[in-house]
């Protein structure tokens, strides 16, 4: 039996059938386009549609989740790996009981992981499934090895871009390496873009339509726009506060454009292809492949 279907395994264990969280991933071409901010008001917006809501914040370089939320975790993914922590107490609950987790050194140290390790972790993952329907992890922005790891686990994939060159260009940039990927598959991965910071819809349909034009000629690659995020004064102001936008602010433009965005995620169910058995499925994905010790 090879590594990746023993992993499958331990996923399969346990009473049937087995809650599964929906797993979503934030990501970006470059960093400063306001990706954690969209996965906070994200998290804030599907908390009031009712769902029970955690961030994973994937980018152990910063700690953008916290500062957002006002928050210092205790303790994140290297105590559950390292010190004997359970899932649960790794939770800290920010704003509206909406749980994050601080991926913080665990994830560098994910490949130097023994087989014991690996079981123990997905154990916990699998229990993080139970206790919450969205669980939006936030990645480093670029195209590290780290990042590209996540992406390639995930079924669900949003991509968030600006106006400026740059950010088109790096968000290409992007696609290109995780096409390249040998464990990527476009049947397997559904990518959807919110264009961020732009003063209208027509504009973000715009910004879409110049990355969908160079990705389908180049990658063949199916992408998806999902909505817009206006520039928004307001929003700035609320980050300086530490206090998410939806919070802060509801009836400012960019929460607005947020609610619409949760709603439309909420409501559209991706195809079963899509769902890769939660966050323990998840995270046994993104080790497939590895040799364990």
Sequence with gaps: MDQ????????????QPRPVARVITVTSGKGGVGKSNVSINLAVQMKRLGKRVIIFDADFGLANIEVMFGAVPKHNLSDLIYQGKNIREIITMGPMDIGFISGGSGIAGLSNLNRDY???????????????????????????DSVLEFLVASGEVLLVMTPEPTSLTDSYSLLKALNRHPRYSREMTLIK???NKVMSEEEGRQLFGKLNAVVSRYLKIPIQYLGFVPDDPQLMKAIMQQTPISIENPRARSSLAFETLAATLTGSTPAAAYHKHGMAGFFANMVRGKKFS
């Design 4 to 15: 990746a279907q023993q992993l499958r395994n331990i996923i399969k264990r346990g009473e």
């Design 118 to 144: 690996i079981n123990y972790l997905i154990q916990n993952l699998a229990e993080l499934d139970s206790i919450a329907d969205v669980i939006i992890i936030d990645t480093g922005a670029g195209i590290s």
């Design 193 to 195: 873009v919110i264009a």
